[in-house]
């Protein structure tokens, strides 16, 4: 697809969205829209130059589900910005694209006061391309700032990535036409997958799983290191052990075989895990919220938190 086709699919969708009829979102945080914004650190997103909150609402949890009358997903992204946080990061795989919807109906009227962050799975370049004019369609905007591609595998061809027909070459050309300004890669599958990845090519960030498991120790030896080297943007996910958040305090306890959850011989306190993370080189942590009271207090740990000391990360990491 040619550019002027590509942001001229883009520019109808977005006028045909602001059509629509809007929910109202009478949150608390709305009706202090006037008040002064908590202050969330921002850090550097490695070689992009730009500044982002540490903390990054997470596409998964609350913002991939459908709206009912008791709560609306679009209320959270709403009370986040108005919290400080000023990325959100969505995937159209987050709820068949449902989390996607939900940060469009936001977008619609606050987009330049977000560092948007969106992911292909497919790893062709028709596919690509199409999936990418999917997302910004359930968006409403004509931008990304950041495209990823989505979920490394451990055996991943990384050789059919950077064909002529590969997903590289979409992203690649998305970039060079200012559909997105950078491009990254993320996964969570194998940390030997994750340091291929950017070793072989030059991507603006990386979003991968740190977190005090044993089994998420490696990501902090192979791919951390590396990506500090090239300077990229490093983000951090799977804070709290995945979606369920099992590790911690409250939470249910997922003790599994299953790659996607992380488990939880014991569990820590939310903050004390996201201190974990942030004291770690990293630009910011996306995390998952449930609630408006998740956001609240996830806001806070980040507002006031103060570097773990060696004995506090030592304990946590189990």
Request: glycine share 8%.
């Amino acid at each position: 697809m040619h550019r002027r086709e590509f942001l001229g699919t883009m520019a109808a969708v977005v006028a045909g969205g602001a059509t629509c009829t809007r929910p109202t979102l009478e949150t608390e945080s709305r009706k202090h829209e006037n008040s002064k914004k908590q202050v969330i650190p921002r850090r550097v997103l490695g070689k992009t130059g730009v500044k982002v909150s540490a903390l990054i609402l997470g596409g998964v949890v609350a913002m991939k589900e459908a709206p009912t009358a008791r709560f609306h997903p679009a209320e959270l992204a709403n009370a986040a910005l108005d919290a400080g946080i000023n990325y959100f990061d969505t995937a159209p795989a987050y709820g068949n694209g449902q989390s996607e919807r939900n940060y469009g109906e936001v977008l619609e009227t606050r987009r330049n006061e977000v560092f948007l962050a969106t992911k292909t799975g497919n790893r062709s370049y028709d596919g690509a391309m199409r999936e990418v004019e999917a997302s910004l369609k359930r968006l409403r905007t004509d931008r990304l700032d950041l495209l990823q591609i989505h979920g490394v595998k451990a055996e991943e061809d990384f050789t059919k990535w950077e064909k002529s027909d590969g997903v590289l070459k979409a992203l690649c050309k998305l970039r060079d036409e200012k559909v997105t300004r950078f491009i990254g890669v993320t996964g969570h599958e194998s940390a030997e997958s994750m340091r291929r990845a950017i070793e072989l090519f030059d991507f603006d960030t990386v979003l991968t799983t740190f977190n005090p498991t044993t089994r998420r120790l490696p990501y902090q030896r192979l791919v951390l290191p590396l990506a500090r080297k090239k300077k990229m943007g490093i983000l951090a996910m799977k804070v709290m052990g995945g979606g369920l958040g099992s590790l911690a305090i409250g939470n249910p306890i997922k003790n599994d075989d299953v790659w996607y959850h992380d488990a939880a011989p014991r569990q820590a306190e939310a903050a004390m895990l996201i201190r974990y993370v942030l004291g770690l080189p990293i630009s910011a942590a996306v995390v998952g919220m449930g609630s408006l009271e998740h956001l609240r207090n996830n806001v806070s740990a980040v507002r006031d938190a103060q570097p773990l000391n060696k004995k506090e990360r030592k304990v946590l990491e189990v």
